[in-house]
């Protein structure tokens, strides 16, 4: 017995060997199987970048142009991939430029690993160069965080961050390193994390309340699936078709669940929330048993809550006991991971069919097409239609491409309309509404599914918020495809300004430069485009080229976006106009 | 549930790390609710830390925030009582003037009658303490104020609650998982 102890100490001490902390910090992210991180050098993160260098055959560092840039690329390769996200940035403002970035990761349940420099721990407190209290700044936006002060404690701090970003609800996590962490050495050996005690990421699904979900959707006439991002985090893509198809629910999804289940299912009734579709929202005030799945009741999906779904049974499946009755008072709670609880779920219900209730959306969604739809994508008028583009992109990738969109009316369209065949294919900022988010977004989603057609959409506002990150798309040769879709206005603000604040446009007009030479100056291949006759053959020429490629559409200044269910009304208030 | 804003307690157990407080404490402050006291120390379990946090909510938001508390990646676990289920007290020190020890024959009897304590005394002031209700301590301050008082300080609630709360069990569970 004796010896074998020692046996096991020597085993230890011959796997362990001695590097420095930033070298541990690089090993440690190759061995939770990191292939490319994003981030921005300097000062207190040097020793971290030096090791990098060394490493660079395994383990790939894009240089993005600002840290924010940073942020939003590891989100853009997490969402497409499932993987964690991985963003690194020095002290001081480097760390404070992650912060939108880590905000929207964590509204938006992204999981993310952001480790950033520090200063030397003896100068900690002391308002040295470039020293910011980044685990204080971070704690309201992270799912952790943690500073490590010594070499030693880097490899379990960073296991401890990726299996905490990645379990349960995903979030992102920021591991702070001081600089004499980063030089001192220790005896490295990596575990991966399997658990912390303190810390119950996947709540046990209830029988009793799948049996009880189950009993209320078997009895239901006029049941109704509104499903959420939840669906994707949990790979339950295959389980939502399933109870979808078994039971025959019309099933509708939240910006953020969009492209779980195909948009072109005869089931899928279309997004619910501020501007998704007519049917979906008028019928959640006539559904009687609302089934929300992996969504958390977001104010711009229910509208007023005291007129929101009040005739329904409401049963909630999810995976964070906080959002159980947060905002919805539920009948049903069905806590867990969706894709076992939606197969459990599954497994109870009866093979169902409700043509009389599918046909109810279907009406709706009859008039909508003929008052908003139609307009949108087939326009008659003279100016280019933010829908239209949206449809060519349709044509010419088969609903088969990943759309990130930026935040505001273009936004709302690509969600709209976009036709979505494969999951993970809609990547969009939804709960911060981070303006700036999608350039970014596109490179991290590109890099991580490089074989996927990555098509970013943005409003030239939001496009200049982080345009800087043409000089990455440049440098990696990221071949993301871009579409601006120019009104020349911040257009959903002027939008609110229209209908509520009598045309008073403050601020919201915007004199744009020359995008199209702008992208040339970064040698990207770009085009603008005037007239409805030169779109298809732009989005044909933009689709089939093999590298990043710039499209400016000029569309009708003041569209507005319909439906729409006005800040504060009812969702059976949406309005067509 | 009811609606009408009552004092809670609310107990949290912790593993012990320095960033945690401000997490809680911002569960607070962004819901705008003013935190009446809060208290940490050591807990009955080696190593687990217990926040006694005082605020007057409805039990609503109580049941949100508790939950919104127990998400943090280091709550072990939270539970939220009304004062019927608790068994709680603060307590207080005064520090006076040592002439009014001897001379005000008043002063001694309110501290018998207060079943208050005297810790320390010195040729220039003695220090009272007392640990009770708040409207006991009120009192005493009440009391002892028209003689004139050097220094008062009342610490936060401390509460033990009236139900088994299964703290022990849950660790015992995760490492035999």
Redesign the interface.
């Known amino acids: 017995m004796k010896t074998q102890t020692i046996n096991n100490k020597k085993e230890v001490a011959e796997k362990a060997e001695r590097i420095t902390g930033s070298e541990a910090v690089v090993k440690s992210l190759i061995a939770e199987g990191v292939d490319i991180l994003y981030g921005y050098p300097g000062g207190a993160i040097m020793p971290v970048y030096d090791a990098l260098y060394r490493y660079q055959d395994k383990i790939h560092h894009v240089l993005t142009r600002h840290e924010q840039g940073a942020a939003h690329a590891a989100q853009g390769y997490a969402r497409i991939s499932g993987k964690v996200g991985v963003a690194m940035a020095t002290s001081g403002p480097g760390a404070t430029n992650l912060i939108t970035g880590i905000a929207d990761a964590q509204i938006d349940s992204t999981p993310l690993v952001c480790i950033t420099g520090q200063v030397f721990s003896h100068l900690l407190g002391s308002d040295a160069f470039q020293e910011t209290d980044i685990?204080?700044i971070s704690?309201?936006v992270t799912?952790?965080?943690?500073?490590v002060t010594k070499a030693e404690d880097i490899p379990a701090a960073i296991a401890k961050a990726f299996y905490?970003a990645k379990s349960g609800r995903p979030g992102p996590v920021l591991v702070d390193i001081t600089k004499d962490a980063q030089v001192a050495e220790l005896d490295f050996k990596y575990e991966k994390c399997r658990?912390?005690?303190?810390?119950v990421p996947v709540p046990k699904t209830s029988q009793e309340a799948v049996n009880a979900a189950a009993e209320l959707i078997n009895n239901a006439k006029k049941p109704m699936i509104v499903w959420g991002q939840g669906v994707i985090l949990g790979q339950a893509e295959e389980e939502l078709k399933n109870v979808i198809e078994k039971a025959g629910i019309p099933a509708a999804w939240t910006i953020l669940g969009a492209s779980a289940f195909p948009t072109s299912h005869p089931l899928n009734i279309g997004m619910v929330g501020m501007h998704g579709n007519y049917a979906p929202n008028k019928l959640t005030n006539e559904c009687d048993v609302l089934i929300a799945i992996g969504m958390r009741f977001d104010d711009r999906v229910t509208g007023n809550l005291d007129s929101y779904a009040k005739q329904a049974k409401i049963i909630h499946f999810d995976i964070?006991?906080?959002e159980?009755?947060?905002n919805v008072k539920v009948d049903v709670a069905v806590l867990g991971d969706s894709k076992e609880s939606l197969a459990m779920l599954s497994d109870a219900l009866n093979k169902n069919s409700h043509d009389a209730w599918l046909k109810e959306f279907k009406d709706l969604y009859a008039i909508e097409f003929d008052q908003v739809i139609n307009n949108d994508i087939n326009p008659t008028k003279e100016g280019l239609t933010m829908g239209e583009v949206l449809k060519q992109i349709n044509i010419e990738s088969n609903g088969n491409a990943a759309i990130v969109s930026d935040v505001g009316q273009h936004q709302m369209i690509a969600c709209r309309y976009a036709d979505f065949n494969v999951t993970k294919s809609n990547i969009t900022s939804g709960g911060l509404g981070t303006m700036g988010f999608a350039l970014p977004a596109a490179i991290g989603a590109k890099m991580a599914a490089p074989d996927r057609e990555v098509v970013a959409i943005i409003g030239d506002g939001g496009y200049q918020m982080n345009i800087q990150e043409l000089g990455t798309i440049f440098q990696q040769k990221a071949a993301v495809k871009i579409v601006v879709l120019n009104n020349e206005f911040l257009g959903m603000v002027r939008q609110w300004q229209q209908l509520f604040f009598d045309k008073r446009y403050a601020s919201t007009e915007m004199t744009n430069p020359n995008f199209v030479a702008i992208a040339e100056g970064y040698y990207i291949k770009a085009r603008k485009v005037t007239k409805r006759d030169e779109l298809e053959e732009a989005v044909k020429e933009m689709m089939a080229s093999k590298e990043s490629y710039f499209l400016e559409v000029m569309v009708e200044k003041e569209d507005n976006v319909f439906p729409m269910i006005p800040s504060g009304a009812s969702v059976s208030d949406v309005r067509l106009s | 549930m009811s609606e009408d804003i009552q004092s809670f307690t609310i107990s949290i157990y912790?593993?012990n790390n320095?960033?945690l407080l401000?997490?809680i404490s911002?569960i607070f402050q962004?819901r705008h609710i003013n935190i009446e006291s809060l208290t940490t120390s050591q807990s009955e379990i080696d190593g687990v830390n217990r926040f006694v946090i005082v605020v007057n909510i409805c039990e609503d938001t109580a049941?949100?925030i508790v939950?919104?508390i127990?998400?943090q990646?280091?709550?072990?676990k939270a539970y939220y009582h009304t004062e019927d289920e608790t068994i709680f007290t603060e307590s207080c020190m005064f520090k006076i003037n040592s002439d009014l020890l001897f001379n005000e024959p008043q002063i001694q009897n309110i501290i018998k009658e207060s079943y208050s304590r005297i810790v320390t005394v010195n040729k220039d002031f003695f220090v009272l303490e007392k640990s009770g209700r708040r409207n006991e301590i009120e009192a005493l301050r009440r009391d002892l104020n028209s003689f004139g008082i050097m220094q008062f300080v009342r610490s936060g609630r401390i509460a033990v609650t009236k139900d088994e709360m299964k703290v022990s069990e849950l660790?015992k569970a995760?490492?035999n998982?």
């Open positions: 685990v204080g704690t309201p799912k952790w965080n943690c500073q905490i658990g912390v005690r303190s810390y964070d006991p906080a159980i009755n947060k | 912790t593993e320095i960033g401000n997490r911002a962004r049941c949100k939950k919104q127990e998400k990646v280091e709550t072990i660790l995760f490492d998982q």
